[in-house]
T-cell receptor, first 114, second 111 residues
């Protein structure tokens, strides 16, 4: 079965703790993305990576960090510097050849920080 | 920043009726995509329309694009209760394959 997996589905943390969200894909996609979604809102881009060992900040990168050591994996760390980390986090991937491509999304991780 | 703005924000219809959602955007685009999200789940791609296309169909879905008005519409015909979801438009950015998503339309189809 090809697709994107995110784990865990629900995550609870105390304020001041860093937390890492997992994202794995077996679609052989070069590009991967992290989005944040707040209740009743659209998606906002946190970080993206077009190729292994390279990534760029999106629109709301402050308080987050990522790594891309393997093509299949793009973990997101929510640091204690993120002022309002409680949200629904979505990972996506896509091909990057010349024509425009759709993005494939994982099921999401709902993070609650108290 | 949100490039696309969907209208209406929420829509409630009876099963069998048609549902129309609109998306407006601000800057020029190469393509526009529509996605669906069931509550608490990831997004699923529905359809992609390029800037040189005016209309595209996929099953019960019909998407139009008017680049002169910077707007797109998604029509779902003969709606079903299973169509209940949020629908998002997404426009491409100049760099890479990145997208900017709108705020979404929450559609409820009553059986």
């Amino acid at each position: 079965d090809g697709g994107i997996t995110q784990s865990p589905k629900y995550l609870f943390r105390k304020e001041g703790q860093n937390v890492t969200l997992s994202c794995e894909q077996n679609l052989n996609h070069d590009a991967m993305y992290w989005y944040r979604q707040d209740p009743g809102q659209g998606l906002r881009l946190i970080y993206y990576s077009q190729i292994v060992n390279d990534f760029q900040k999106g629109d709301i990168a402050e308080g987050y960090s990522v790594s891309r050591e393997k093509k299949e994996s793009f973990p997101l760390t929510v640091t204690s510097a993120q002022k309002n980390p409680t949200a629904f986090y979505l990972c996506a991937s896509s091909m990057t050849s010349g024509v425009p491509h759709e993005q494939y999304f994982g099921p999401g991780t709902r993070l609650t920080v108290t | 920043s949100q490039q696309g703005e969907e209208d209406p924000q929420a829509l409630s219809i009876q099963e069998g009726e048609n549902a129309t959602m609109n998306c407006s955007y601000k800057t020029s685009i190469n393509n526009l995509q529509w996605y669906r999200q069931n509550s608490g789940r990831g997004l699923v791609h529905l359809i992609l329309i390029r800037s040189n296309e005016r209309e595209k169909h996929s099953g019960r879905l019909r998407v139009t694009l008017d680049t002169s008005k910077k707007s797109s519409s998604l029509l779902i015909t003969a709606s079903r209760a299973a169509d209940t979801a949020s629908y998002f438009c997404a426009t491409d950015r100049n760099a890479g394959n990145m997208l900017t998503f709108g705020g979404g339309t929450r559609l409820m189809v009553k059986p």
